[in-house]
């Protein structure tokens, strides 16, 4: 696996990704007036905030159903029941009670597409997800 990808992986387990809910105080330095400000969307589905925990904690439909497609292509079950992870977080994490390398790198390779498209697809798309032509349900995820 090329290091690019693990390196994503590595900042996602550090919780060091910059989704624009943790760089929030680079926008807004006074951390009551933070605290009080709406959280930014999701850039993929506009539903939820633009975090880890709803990207790969299963809040985002959109990636939900990218991981479900994507783990039945590639024949390796990906869900938190089947990882053993306490949650779809916990999983995309890699905390898994035993180690499993092929379901590691399965993992650690969508987490990086899930990256990549958010910071440089959907993050610089003009508009929302509400105002582009086609719905999430359309998006070709097969």
Known sequence: MKPHFTNIQFKLTL????TDRRMLWKVIPDKATRDQAPRPPCHICGGGEDSMEHLLGGGCPPVAQALHAYSTRIRIDLSHATTGGQNALASALLLWPQPHPQRAQAMTLFNCAVWFQRSQYFKLRPGTPATWRAP???????
């Open 136 to 142: 999430p349900s359309a998006w070709h995820w097969r």
């Open 15 to 18: 919780n060091a990704l910059p």
